[in-house]
């Protein structure tokens, strides 16, 4: 009997930990155990009022705090009848642009690459190309400087409300940033070209790619719950096809489908399905650079990434330049009994959310499935996929080969962790 353990991962955001038992030459037991202590969002949401949550659900992750809020805000809007305006939709477009560039910059450059380079750290890449984490620092930074130029700070972000925002940003705020959007751009289409050079791992996956789709945008907020399979779910039905279940070993819950199998979310997942609703400057980086989809690699989610940087790059400087508030940042809410459901797309992957609150638009009931949860399932199978090539490794080559895959999805386990049910029982 063999063994493969990782007690804590690195490079990911929360804590987690990686078993791979080994017997005669093959895999038999592979655990992404999520020991991170539950954090029970869902339970102190209860009791709460409506223009609380968004600011409490930002707080479950310091990474995508706006997709939190975002689909937070969309399920109660929903509860409530309420559609905001065209100028707040492009505004919370904006914001989700400036967490899409800081999220990806940081994965790309600081977690996933140092892996693909050989380097044991992002400390370790700057001493042999320090232009390039140089680069990828200031890229970062411009996506921070978005959040918050309209949210008021860059991390977990306080001016979105249930109706819209609580003030507009300063308009002279947001026209200062299109020097450095423009200089992120040309920095992003460089991204896609360099993430074509890295000597990423075979490994070639069939999956079930889920993701939102919009024909008129590329689907971030809005939109119906796409599957390579052909289904198309509304998001109020999320539910009826894409189940949770507890897994003892876990302080998270595992998704799959209404028909058992596992799903994926994410970059890919957004790229293979959505790749037509780029805008232009993203579609030349796929045609420049011979970019052919589906990618079914997930080491080269790295590549969708990049993509996706020159588009909410490119996305930011057109929503900045239009940007010319109308009438109240917030409608006024009428308050009734209701329920709704949202669902966004966190940098990581779809994010749902759904709400009931009773007529003083207090909180009722909770839910919230993050993008790592529905993930955890498809990274051990991923890992069992991985298992002819790793029984042949040396243990400490096998045991970083098995960590970078499981940081290539970039997961958050602080995200999944949030949502275990407690459960006491009086035993006689």
């Known amino acids: 009997m063999k063994t493969i353990e990782v ?119 700057a001493a042999i190309a320090p232009e390039v984490v140089k680069n990828a620092l200031r890229m970062k930074k411009i996506g921070n400087e978005v959040l918050k130029a309209i949210g008021g700070r860059s991390v977990h972000p306080v001016n979105a409300c249930v109706g819209g925002f609580y003030r507009w940003p300063e308009n002279t705020a947001l026209q200062a940033l299109i020097p450095e959007l423009e200089w992120g751009l040309e920095a992003a289409k460089e991204t896609v070209r360099w993430s074509l050079t890295l000597p990423y791992p075979e490994l070639e996956i069939d999956y079930e790619f889920v993701a939102l789709h919009h024909p008129e945008e590329y689907a971030v907020m809005h939109g119906e719950v796409l599957s390579s399979k052909g289904h198309k779910t509304a998001v109020a039905d999320f539910e009826m096809r894409y189940f949770e279940e507890h897994v003892q070993r876990s302080n998270a819950l595992h998704s799959h489908t209404s028909y058992g199998s596992t799903y994926l979310v994410g970059p890919l997942s957004r790229l293979n399905l959505n790749h037509e609703q780029l805008l232009p400057e993203a579609q030349k980086a796929l045609e420049e650079n011979k970019i052919k989809l589906p990618i079914k690699n997930p080491y080269r989610s790295l590549i969708a990434r990049a993509v996706e940087l020159v588009h909410f790059y490119a996305e930011a400087i057109q929503i900045i330049k239009a940007y010319q508030p109308e009438g109240p940042a917030h409608l006024a809410l009428n308050l009734k009994a209701g329920e709704g459901a949202g669902a966004s797309e966190a940098p990581r992957g779809l994010l749902y959310h759904r709400y009931k609150i009773d007529e003083n638009g207090r909180v009722t009931f909770a839910k919230i499935t993050p993008p790592t949860a529905q993930n955890l399932p498809r990274i051990e199978a991923d890992l069992f996929a991985l298992a002819p090539q790793i029984v042949e490794m040396p243990q400490e080559q096998a045991t970083l080969t098995a960590e970078h895959l499981v940081r290539s999805y970039d997961p958050c386990i602080s995200c999944a962790t949030h949502f275990l049910k407690l459960k006491i029982e009086n035993r006689e």
């Open 7 to 125: 007690p804590a991962l690195a490079r990911v955001e929360g804590e987690g930990g990686l078993y791979i038992g080994l017997k005669d030459g093959q895999v038999v037991e592979i655990r992404l155990d999520i020991y991170e202590p539950p954090r029970f969002f869902e339970g102190f949401l209860v009791g709460r009022y409506l223009q609380e949550v968004p600011d409490i659900t930002a707080r479950i992750c310091g990474i995508c705090p706006v997709a939190y809020q975002m689909s937070s805000v969309a399920a109660l809007e929903k509860a409530l009848d309420v559609e905001v305006s065209p100028q707040v939709y492009a505004l919370r477009r904006l914001m989700y642009c400036g967490e899409y560039i800081e999220s990806h910059a940081l994965h790309i450059y600081l977690l996933q690459a140092p892996d693909l380079l050989g380097q044991p750290s992002a400390l370790d890449l």
